[in-house]
């Protein structure tokens, strides 16, 4: 079976989107499928992490001028060039290969117009999205973030999509399941702190983060700070860090499910990891860093499955340490956080091996 994966990686745009294809990558490959990305050459593309991982990666060029970009989408611009010329440069590079069974795509700035054009010359298309913003021409669509409302893409996408809603179907890395089964109850006292804003954090999240719980004098707590290669910051986190005996620094990990399985409590933001995190339990404190996290986590908040103290704009070092130091002493509130964001993810081993049986299904 050939699956291609058209997704990108940016300073914009984040890692969040292609850490979740190469998660179902690996697990497409471990069936047998033959998967292949095509990724454009943006600022911070990530190209060499795919490398790394052993997938081929077919690279688009780098937005060479300032383009005049059609709005197809909110997200238009994550493309850097119009969406008939992606489109045209994709059909491209999928031209000459004998079998395209599936194309994967996960892109905010790609709607039906542009898989329309791409739909003669491969014999699927799926989307994985969380925005239920535009249309699209898929036969199959996955949405993690789904919560309440089963019919969210019912009048965007053809009567025979096959549609796959909800936290059972997020796309976890193996480690996630491995450390489950090494998970103890999180009761206790907090005895070690995680803090993580994803790979770029451009607005520095992990310092406003980190500096409130120094401000709270806890050398009796241990926190792992965790940062991308990508972050403009790293060194003068690093710095800090190496000033406190209780400070450790990670980049560009591989044993995050480790990180969280140790960890007491954490302090991150929306997106991908806020699954991670439900799924071993880890109570955490959030905020907002992009618009399309917000509706979630506004939401999980509600729910009390995350802490939630708001978007990027209102959370300062000041404000945030209050709520950190009281979310340390209240056990019985991180006990019922944990329960409640475990329980959200209960199904998803058995119901993502489904997903996984389906897709190959197509592949004949």
Same mark, same amino acid.
């Given at each position: 079976m050939n699956v291609f994966i058209r997704v990108d990686a940016s300073n914009e745009i984040g890692s969040g989107h292609l850490m979740r294809c190469l998660t179902l990558a690996k697990k497409l490959r471990l069936q047998g499928a033959n998967v292949t990305f095509i990724c454009r050459e943006h600022i911070g593309h990530l190209c060499n992490l795919i490398d790394e991982k052993k997938f081929t990666v077919l690279k688009?060029?780098?937005? *060479?001028?300032?383009?005049?970009?059609? /709005?197809?989408?909110?997200?238009s611009n994550w493309l850097g060039v119009p969406w008939f010329i992606d489109a045209e440069e994709t059909r491209s590079l999928l031209h000459g290969h004998y079998s395209v069974d599936l194309l994967i795509i996960d892109h905010y700035a790609i709607n039906d117009k542009w898989e329309r054009t791409l739909k003669g010359m491969v014999k699927n298309i799926m989307v994985i999205d969380d925005l239920a913003d535009r249309k699209h021409q898929c036969d199959l669509l996955l949405d993690p973030t789904v919560l309440n409302d089963s019919n969210r893409y019912r009048a965007l996408v053809p009567p025979h999509c096959k549609l796959f809603l909800g936290p059972?179907?997020? /796309? /976890?890395?193996?480690e996630f399941y491995e450390e489950k089964y090494q998970m103890k109850l999180r009761t206790g006292l907090v005895k070690r702190i995680l803090?993580?804003?994803?790979?770029?954090?451009?607005? *520095?999240?992990?310092?406003?983060?980190?500096?409130?719980? /120094?401000?709270l004098a806890r050398n009796d707590i241990e926190a792992d700070v965790v940062v991308g290669q990508q972050n403009i910051h790293k060194h003068k986190l690093k710095e800090i860090c190496e000033q406190y005996s209780n400070l450790h620094f990670h980049c560009q990990v591989n044993n995050m499910a480790t990180l969280m399985r140790h960890a007491d409590l954490s302090i991150g933001a929306g997106g991908t990891t806020t699954w991670e995190r439900c799924y071993l339990g880890l109570p955490t404190i959030v905020w907002s860093i992009a618009e399309n996290q917000k509706f979630i986590c506004e939401l999980l908040g509600k729910m009390k499955v995350i802490k939630y103290l708001g978007e990027i704009h209102t959370v300062s070092q000041a404000s945030l340490t209050k709520p950190l130091k009281?979310?340390?002493? *209240?056990?019985?509130?991180r006990i019922e956080m944990s329960q409640l964001s475990t329980a959200l993810m209960k199904d998803n081993f058995v119901n993502l091996q489904t997903m996984i049986e389906d897709i190959m299904k197509l592949g004949g």
């Open positions: 688009l060029p780098t937005p *060479n001028k300032d383009w005049e970009l059609p /709005l197809l989408t909110p997200h059972s179907y997020v /796309l /976890l890395r193996q803090i993580f804003f994803g790979g770029f954090d451009h607005t *520095n999240e992990t310092e406003k983060a980190l500096s409130s719980f /120094l401000e009281k979310f340390i002493e *209240n056990e019985q509130e």
